[in-house]
């Protein structure tokens, strides 16, 4: 008798808020997550919907290979979102077995 278990569609994220703390006007900031595909088929990575022009993605690779890792870069540039407490967002849509979702990555930043 053979059980074959039905694989997860498991897809792992090491941090999905930063916090800048202070950041001078015009400065840029680039934070790194860090994406794990613990499933048995690779994952297509795609960047969606910036809360601004002041936060842009970019990823690694655009296909995670299975039980590989990569690297989720976002940029938040101050000189394009104004001064004082910002809070922005950027969204990375991820597709297995052509079943699409999303994940919400915040930036939290005091522009001075």
């Known amino acids: ?6 694989y997860t569609k498991m897809i792992t994220f090491d941090k999905t808020e930063f916090d800048l703390g ?6 840029t900031v680039t934070v790194t997550a860090i994406i794990t595909n613990s499933n048995l088929v690779p994952v ?9 022009s002041c936060t842009t993605g970019q990823v690694e690779y655009s296909t995670l290979n299975p039980n590989s890792k990569s690297e989720f870069k976002i940029t938040f540039n101050s000189n394009k979102s104004g001064r004082g407490t910002q809070v ?5 849509d991820y597709t297995i077995d052509r079943v699409t979702k999303s994940k919400t990555f915040r ?3 005091n522009v001075i």
């Not at 008798?1 to 039905?6: A, E, H, Q, S, V």
């Not at 202070?22 to 400065?27: A, D, E, F, L």
């Not at 297509?44 to 601004?52: D, F, R």
């Open 1 to 6: 008798l053979i059980i074959l278990k039905p």
């Open 22 to 27: 202070n950041v001078k006007y015009g400065q």
């Open 44 to 52: 297509n990575l795609s960047t969606t919907n910036s809360s601004c």
């Open 88 to 92: 922005k967002s950027i969204n990375l």
């Open 107 to 109: 930036i939290k930043a």
